[in-house]
T-cell receptor, first 115, second 111 residues
Framework: GAGVSQSPSNKVTEKGKDVELRCDPI?????LYWYRQSLGQGLEFLIY????????KSGLPSDRFSAERTGGSVSTLTIQRTQQEDSAVYLC?????????????FGPGTRLTVL | KQEVTQIPAALSVPEGENLVLNCSFT??????LQWFRQDPGKGLTSLLL?????REQTSGRLNASLDKSSGRSTLYIAASQPGDSATYLC??????????FGKGTKLTVNP
């Protein structure tokens, strides 16, 4: 079956602009995660959605970052007023039901470059 | 704060060699340990998942072990091939749903 998909694969934007990144999880997976991978920082957790529960936003670096998940499936990560330090690869993952111990499957990522 | 460390940061070996990649963690609370490979410009591919109740998992030439008492996991790659060249990442599940990652080991297998 299809894996996790993300779009766009690459995004170049100017400082101060807003961007939206999209993630489509594996069909039937109720848990969805966003991570960020930047040089020198490794992979960092951003936000987690599980079904209809309130999302875990504990990893979001600032209030410029937000995410939503519509209909329990597709998720959009929005970065407002982008800064150069937001440049990174944004990775989305999904798992069957989000229980601790479930295998996470990752998408190909969106490479964001803020000029 | 949970920390996950991977040593070495980079490793270069000749084809055919057996090798071990290391992952250590400071917080003993662990639900699972997941090993991934990442090719340049790509996402993460899941290789092996070890639950906290398990000691090891095997898939083909790969074997991953988990020692909770010492806070370590190892990924053993047998008879390495040039196609194994990639960055290997370990992610620790510590009870919350997120994974905490090490910074990876970049492996180069020379033909």
């Amino acid at each position: 079956g299809a894996g996790v998909s993300q779009s766009p694969s690459n995004k170049v934007t100017e400082k101060g602009k807003d961007v939206e990144l999209r993630c489509d999880p594996i069909s039937g997976h109720t848990a969805l995660y966003w991570y960020r991978q930047s040089l020198g920082q490794g992979l960092e957790f951003l936000i987690y959605f599980q079904g209809n529960s309130a999302p875990d936003k504990s990893g979001l670096p600032s209030d410029r970052f937000s995410a939503e998940r519509t209909g329990g499936s597709v998720s959009t990560l929005t970065i407002q007023r982008t800064q150069q330090e937001d440049s990174a690869v944004y990775l989305c993952a999904s798992s069957l039901d989000g229980r601790a111990g479930n295998e996470q499957f990752f998408g190909p990522g969106t490479r964001l470059t803020v000029l | 704060k949970q920390e996950v460390t991977q040593i070495p940061a980079a490793l270069s070996v000749p084809e055919g060699e057996n090798l071990v990649l290391n992952c250590s963690f400071t917080d003993s609370a662990i639900y699972n340990l997941q090993w991934f490979r990442q090719d340049p410009g790509k996402g993460l591919t899941s290789l092996l998942l070890i639950q906290s109740s398990q000691r090891e998992q095997t898939s083909g030439r790969l074997n991953a072990s988990l020692d909770k008492s010492s806070g370590r996991s190892t990924l053993y790659i047998a008879a390495s091939q040039p196609g194994d060249s990639a960055t290997y990442l370990c992610g620790k599940g510590g009870g919350s749903e997120k994974l905490v990652f090490g910074k990876g080991t970049k492996l180069t297998v020379n033909p």
